[in-house]
């Protein structure tokens, strides 16, 4: 089979990770900003990541033959600091050249505060301003739906902001059809201990169809499978979707979305 991993944090897996992701057939890796595993102290950190992510990243992905793709952004566990947050937006300009930069993200919420809420508004702007694409975090659990409501009522508050140029990720059950009727795009992501499992995503397909959604391992530093979305492929072979359907979504619907970018090339 062929897919694309549109959102895995790559930094913090090994490289026998990417060798794994090649031969299961992947063609493209997409890396999305995030936190580090801890809080980092300064704009100088968040500097060094956004080079990682733009040239160190790449290179490695490279030596496997596979074409890696990046997002920037403050992401929302430390945009609480909104000092800090205004100084690492400063600095995103500078990257946003960069040849393997689709957009601004994964922006969002972490525990839906004021401050939280205030970065966001500066990313969607910045998006705005350099005609980016924007990939969105959604937080967890009990705050997801509430959080979603106030992402969504962000994004569409912005007149700029083209719906069909936005990807809501880590929606469920109960918010998957919100974002879908907002025009923007929505993305599964497969967890084995939290939001969602193969069987969880691909009911989802099945209720809501295929268009303007697409799955995602987003591999990080917690209990996570950079294999996840071949897997579920495998899953929803057994109940009997077509090759053609599964291809749809696992390689057609990402690479749709991200050539929105001119940078996206496979």
């Known amino acids: 089979m062929r897919y694309i991993e549109p959102h895995g944090h790559m930094v913090s897996r090994t490289t026998d990770d990417y060798q794994a992701m090649v031969t299961a057939g992947c063609l493209a890796v997409c890396e999305p900003a995030f936190w580090a595993g801890f809080d980092r102290s300064g704009v100088q950190g968040f500097y060094d990541y ?24 403050i992401n929302p566990k430390e945009s609480e600091d909104m000092g800090l947050a205004k100084e690492v937006i400063s600095i995103i300009p500078e990257f946003l050249d960069r040849p393997n930069v689709l957009g601004i993200g994964e922006i969002g919420l972490n525990k839906n505060t004021r401050n939280e809420l205030k970065v966001l508004e500066w990313h969607v702007d910045l998006a705005a301003r350099n005609d980016q694409l924007i990939l969105v975090h959604t937080p967890h659990l009990e705050d997801k739906l509430k959080g979603t409501r106030l992402i969504l009522d962000v994004i569409q508050a912005d007149k700029r902001i083209q719906p069909e140029r936005v990807i809501i990720d880590h929606v469920e059950e109960h918010t998957v059809e919100m974002v879908l009727d907002t025009g923007m795009w929505a993305g599964m992501t497969l967890y084995p201990e939290s939001k969602c499992t193969p069987a969880r995503a691909i009911d989802i397909l099945e209720n809501y169809g295929t268009e303007r959604i697409w799955m995602n391992s987003a591999c990080d530093w917690g209990i996570s499978v950079p294999l996840a979305v071949p897997r579920t492929a495998l899953e929803m072979r057994k109940r009997g979707w077509l090759e053609e359907k599964i291809d749809a979504v696992i390689y057609g619907n990402p690479q749709r979305f991200m050539r929105q970018s001119p940078r996206f090339k496979l």
């Not at 956004?50 to 952004?73: I, M």
């Open 50 to 73: 956004f080079c990682q992510l733009t040239d160190y990243e790449p290179k490695r992905a490279a030596k496997f033959g596979l074409p890696h793709y990046s997002w920037l952004c």
